[in-house]
């Protein structure tokens, strides 16, 4: 909020985020990034040690649990913990006056999506690595880190150059940024809805068959 | 593994032997049904593991090499959210938790984390949690492994009481002082193959003799295991030491006197499944 205040000062965010109030603009897009931050941070360290350290999901599986039981459980805790904390976020936001309406709602819903489809894939991920080493840490400064930055939160991606911006297509975050503000800002454009919606469902639904897969192969062998 | 041919009956307590690296964790973990195998047949309480693991895996407790308890539970907690996973009500496990406790002898700790208790709490925990969906079978891994002598003792003590009650257990150790404690039959393995099989006594009275004179020279009136042949049944040198078996060790003990040679000690002692472990193992590190 204090980055949105400065930006405001110097009078020129209005003409980037199209004479939106820079907190409103920005809200939606952090709800978006916390989503996909809290996705990665749970479905790494946790998940290892769920394997390696605690080896809870060794207990889990003893009983009558499957390993994509066990998966498909964890994913829906991270989940619903994303779910959670983004409502105390919009509630925070809303005291600050940075909600427009009624569709931050489909906001957290749309972070949400995202959140659970980059969950599944980093967990995926997680359920391969043996040892801490870099893996996660690379994840993180490679991945995570370059994703916030240029997904469009705190500035359009017509900003950048040219050149980089097809690059931003892939990243999950930005699609589900585009939704998110488009839902606060009660922004209805159909096509472009329908493709991000696409691109996130297909992203969770590979997250999906591969989190459960490397979950049976590293817990029954 | 190869031919590991067994048949455990019901409410008898079964033990897997073996050095290191024998494959008695690799086979538990087919009883258990989390390990696929790749050839042979195992039939667990009746059913297949590879068609009726989840239906199999819901009637046996798993008590594994490695504490695997939730740290950021409570001791009661991993009972009760344990159980839940077994598809138990809510008031059925917290009913058995406070059983348990009591089993396990941790009720004074119950509400405490799990990270500050001792290695024998939790052990006995993670025991106490295997037995959460009242088992009828209950596989344990190695369990006094780490442990001091008191809670090693406690331990036996639980797992003769569920022997009692009828549950059939199969353990794995190399402990063979607690394979002749609780075990009924066992078989050892070496290099994925069953060596022998027997009671603990059966054992003992086929691959040994029923004592051992263990005696110890100085490096020059030592005499080489040949010349001491005649006198025992087998003599075994070791670096440091010569071992008689016989039935009668103070016989042989005075035979060996008679003969001339003057042991710094002389040590008579029954013969244990340690001897016939190391003499169908071999003495030599397996690792």
């Known amino acids: 909020m204090g980055f949105g205040a400065l930006i405001d000062g110097t009078g020129r965010a209005a003409e980037a985020t199209g004479g939106v109030d820079y907190l409103v603009w920005l809200a939606p897009a952090l709800l978006a990034v916390s989503a996909v931050q809290s996705a990665a941070f749970e479905s790494t360290y946790p998940v290892l040690s769920g394997f390696k350290w605690q080896r809870i999901y060794h207990a889990m599986t003893a009983g009558p649990l499957s390993p994509e039981q066990v998966a498909l459980g964890h994913l829906s805790w991270t989940v619903a913990k994303m779910g959670v904390s983004g409502a105390v976020f919009v509630g925070v936001v809303a005291a600050f006056g940075g909600v427009a309406g009624p569709g931050i709602a489909l906001s957290l819903l749309a972070a949400t999506l995202t959140g659970a489809a980059v969950a599944a894939l980093v967990m995926a991920f997680a359920a391969t690595v043996e040892n801490e080493g870099a893996a996660f840490n690379g994840l993180f400064r490679f991945v995570v880190i370059p994703m916030t930055l240029f997904s469009g939160t705190f500035f359009p991606v017509d900003r950048l150059p040219g050149w980089v911006q097809p690059v931003t297509w892939i990243s999950p975050l930005w699609h589900g940024t585009e939704l998110a503000r488009d839902a606060a800002l009660a922004v209805w454009r159909p096509l472009p809805v329908l493709g991000h919606l696409a691109y996130l469902a297909v992203l969770l639904a590979l997250g999906l068959v591969l989190v459960q897969r490397s979950y049976r192969r590293r817990l029954a062998r | 593994?190869?031919?590991?041919?067994?048949?455990?009956?019901?409410?008898?307590?079964?033990?897997?032997?073996?050095?290191?690296?024998?494959?008695?964790?690799?086979?538990?973990?087919?009883?258990?049904?989390?390990?696929?195998?790749?050839?042979?047949?195992?039939?667990?309480?009746?059913?297949?593991?590879?068609?009726?693991?989840?239906?199999?895996?819901?009637?046996?407790?798993?008590?594994?090499?490695?504490?695997?308890?939730?740290?950021?539970?409570?001791?009661?907690?991993?009972?009760?959210?344990y159980g839940r996973y077994f598809g138990l009500s809510r008031a059925h496990v917290r009913a058995k938790a406070v059983e348990l406790l009591e089993f396990a002898q941790l009720t004074e700790r119950a509400d405490d984390a799990v990270e500050p208790l001792s290695g024998g709490m939790k052990r006995r925990l993670t025991i106490a949690r295997a037995l959460v969906n009242d088992p009828e079978l209950l596989l344990l891994d190695e369990p006094t492994t780490g442990l001091d002598p008191q809670a090693r003792h406690l331990l036996w003590e639980r797992l003769y009481r569920l022997k009692r009650e009828g549950v059939t257990q199969i353990i794995t150790t190399h402990y063979m002082d607690e394979a002749e404690q609780l075990c009924d039959r066992l078989v050892v393995m070496d290099g994925g193959v069953i060596v022998a099989e027997g009671s603990p006594a059966g054992l003992i009275e086929r691959y040994s003799t029923r004592e051992v004179l263990e005696l110890r020279f100085t490096p020059e009136s030592a005499p080489t295991a040949a010349d001491l042949a005649h006198l025992a049944e087998r003599v075994e040198q070791l670096p440091d030491r010569l071992l008689l078996y016989a039935a009668d060790g103070e016989h042989v003990h005075r035979e060996v006197a008679r003969a001339g040679h003057r042991p710094l000690t002389a040590l008579v002692r029954r013969s244990s499944l340690e001897d016939v472990f190391l003499r169908l193992t071999g003495r030599s590190l397996a690792e």
């Open chain 2, 1 to 81: 593994m190869r031919g590991i041919d067994v048949e455990v009956a019901p409410g008898e307590v079964f033990g897997f032997l073996g050095p290191n690296g024998a494959g008695k964790s690799s086979t538990m973990r087919m009883i258990a049904c989390v390990s696929p195998r790749s050839e042979g047949t195992l039939q667990v309480l009746g059913m297949d593991p590879g068609v009726d693991g989840p239906r199999i895996r819901a009637r046996i407790g798993v008590v594994p090499q490695q504490d695997n308890l939730d740290a950021e539970l409570t001791v009661r907690q991993n009972l009760e959210i």
